[in-house]
Nanobody, 116 residues
Framework: QVQLVESGGGLVQPGASLRLSCAAS????????MGWYRQAPGKQREWVAS???????NYPDSVKGRFTISTNVDKNTMYLRMDTLKPADTAVYYC??????????WGQGTQVTVSS
């Protein structure tokens, strides 16, 4: 079973940027659709970015233009670049396969807190 480890979160002010990383125990990036998700306190986990095997990306309107998903296959790592962060982006962020695909076990996630 592939294990996913997210990192890179932190406490930032509104308008700041962060880059999250997702490391996998197996070579999965570039072989199946992948995605980033987040879960805010008291809310359900939601999808925030996806990347197809062909390299196409997709985002919900809430983050479109601010978030960028990418992978480095050589480093076996996936990234989520987050710009112009808002307090509404505060959540625990997770990586996994893309929406609709069989999921791996969820990792611990990485906390992102946007606050002044």
């Amino acid at each position: 079973q592939v294990q996913l480890v997210e990192s890179g979160g932190g406490l930032v002010q509104p308008g700041a940027s962060l880059r999250l990383s997702c490391a996998a125990s197996g070579s999965i990036f570039g072989l199946k659709p992948m995605g980033w998700y987040r879960q805010a306190p008291g809310k359900q986990r939601e999808w925030v970015a996806s990347l197809t095997v062909g390299g196409s990306t997709n985002y919900p309107d809430s983050v479109k233009g601010r978030f960028t998903i990418s992978t480095n296959v050589d480093k076996n790592t996936m990234y989520l670049r987050m710009d112009t962060l808002k307090p509404a982006d505060t959540a625990v962020y997770y990586c996994n396969t893309g929406p609709g695909w069989p999921l791996y076990s969820w990792g611990q996630g990485t906390q992102v807190t946007v606050s002044s």
